[in-house]
């Protein structure tokens, strides 16, 4: 296929969509996000990049901690909310109506409503030029019940939601369409 040269950029698929909390003067406050994935296995790690200006950054150099909620697709004007307005200007909680709950790090909120959502300790936050890539360690994890497949948050019953950059959009997940480490397998036969 002919290719066409782009301006370089994050051209990266698929981006997530998911929530960023933080407190704020010991308010919880949410920001949208739609990059950064897993950064470590052991530990576990996941890293975000956020703005420097955003507020939701005054959270994490007031506790060094945040979480990660991630919501299902019905969730989408809750999310696109927290992408647009600011907690500097209104309470999103409130507005959202998110019942918030705290794990073992006391200062990472994390949302009631949204099937899974990881408490996070800032381990590491690299300034890259526009936004920090806050580093977090898991230090809790926790899953709706009713999004379980034998004790694993099972994605198909999560159902998130996927972030277009390009075209500013939110997609659902397609389907199942392979098992992982066993379709490549018939490759074997060509080495
Ligand atoms: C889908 C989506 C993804 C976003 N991803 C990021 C991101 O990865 N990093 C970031 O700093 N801002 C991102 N933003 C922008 C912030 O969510 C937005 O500026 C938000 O209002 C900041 O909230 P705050 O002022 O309460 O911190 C995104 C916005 C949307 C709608």
């Known amino acids: 296929m002919k290719k066409v040269e ?8 698929p981006r997530p969509a998911v929530l960023f909390g933080v407190n704020i003067n010991g308010k919880a406050n949410f920001m949208a996000v739609g990059g950064g994935g897993v950064t470590n296995a052991v530990p576990p790690m996941i890293g975000i990049p956020v703005r420097h200006d955003r507020y939701s950054f005054k959270g994490v150099r007031q506790n060094m901690t945040f979480s990660i909620a991630t919501p299902s697709v019905d969730m989408v004007k809750e999310l696109d909310y927290c ?16 019942e918030v709950f705290y794990g073992h790090l006391k200062t990472a909120p994390m949302i009631e409503q949204c099937p899974v959502n990881l408490e996070c300790r800032v381990v590491k936050a690299l300034d890259l030029g526009s936004h920090d890539f806050v ?10 019940e009713d999004c379980l497949t034998d004790g694993k948050p099972d994605v198909e019953k999560i159902r998130p939601m996927i972030y277009d950059i390009d075209f500013n959009r939110y997609l659902a ?18 080495e």
């Open 6 to 13: 782009l301006a370089p950029d994050r051209y990266w698929y």
């Open 83 to 98: 992408g647009i307005a600011s907690g500097a200007d209104v309470d999103k909680v409130k507005i959202c109506g998110f």
């Open 135 to 144: 580093i977090g360690q898991v230090e809790g994890a926790y899953a709706s």
């Open 173 to 190: 997940f397609g389907d199942v369409i392979a098992q992982a480490y066993k379709v490549g397998l018939e490759f074997r036969e060509r």
